[in-house]
């Protein structure tokens, strides 16, 4: 079945330095990739999404590039703030008229000013 | 962006009571709502899928008959724990979409924190 791998947490970094966070994934077809973001006590908002391979989403300074041939989706940005701390969940939906969310584990960011 | 709500937003309630959560989406139609539960620590899991007038898909090992899934309108579904034990407590999310409006993209209630005693 599709399945969904992130790097595990925390993953502390200093305020300003470079961030990625690391999503593979294992899908039939071709599959939409997300990634979405859960502030502390806050339900989860989409942070970006990519709709086929070679696309970049982009939004508030975080990149990811759909790479088919690497199955990945690794999340980027390149000088992160305070308020950048946060769970960040990558996610495929399979596509073909099923649009159920397939989650990996969540990485917990925490920046450190 | 599409809004969507969720209440209660905590509940807690003693051994063998049914709860109800609502799920809403407030400034679209959602043709299609799913039901998560996340544990502490731990993803989201998919529990169920409901499209507006027909019966929720429910994901293997989820009990149908004890998470009551209802989708009456296009703004509105409710997930019932019907007689609650400890181990259902958990994070209860729900997501809302409408392909005709965004495609594939879900919008995601702040979520239900559910404790049974």
């Known amino acids: 079945g599709d399945s969904v791998t992130q790097m595990e947490g925390p993953v502390t970094l200093s305020e300003e330095a470079f961030l990625t966070i690391n999503c593979t994934y294992t899908?039939?077809?071709?599959?939409?990739l997300f990634w979405y973001v859960q502030y502390p006590g806050e339900g989860l908002q989409l942070l970006l999404k990519?709709?086929?391979?070679?696309d970049k989403g982009s939004n508030k300074g975080f990149e990811a590039t759909y790479r088919k041939e690497t199955t990945s989706f690794h999340l980027e940005k390149g000088s992160v703030q305070v308020s950048d701390s946060a769970v960040y969940f990558c996610?495929?939906?399979?596509?073909?008229?099923?649009?159920?969310?397939?989650f990996g584990s969540g990485t917990r960011l925490q920046v450190q000013p | 962006g599409a809004v969507v709500s969720q209440h209660p937003s905590w509940v807690i309630c003693k051994s063998g009571t049914s709860v109800k959560i609502e799920c809403r989406s407030l400034?679209?139609?959602?043709?299609?709502m799913f039901w998560y539960r996340q544990f502490p620590k731990q993803s989201l899991m998919l529990m169920a899928t409901?499209?507006?007038?027909?019966?929720?898909?429910?994901e293997q090992g989820v009990e149908k008959d004890k998470f009551l899934i209802n989708h009456a309108s296009l703004t509105l579904s409710t997930l019932t724990v019907t007689s609650a034990h400890p181990e259902d407590s958990s994070f209860y999310i729900c997501?809302?979409?409408?392909?005709?409006?965004?495609?594939?993209?879900?919008?995601f209630g702040p979520g239900t924190r559910l404790l049974v005693l």
């Open positions: 409901s499209n507006e007038g027909s019966k929720a898909t429910y």
């Open positions: 990519a709709t086929k391979a070679d």
């Open positions: 899908a039939t077809g071709y599959p939409s």
């Open positions: 996610a495929l939906s399979p596509g073909e008229g099923r649009r159920a969310l397939t």
């Open positions: 400034d679209f139609q959602a043709t299609t």
């Open positions: 997501s809302a979409s409408n392909p005709g409006l965004a495609g594939e993209t879900q919008y």
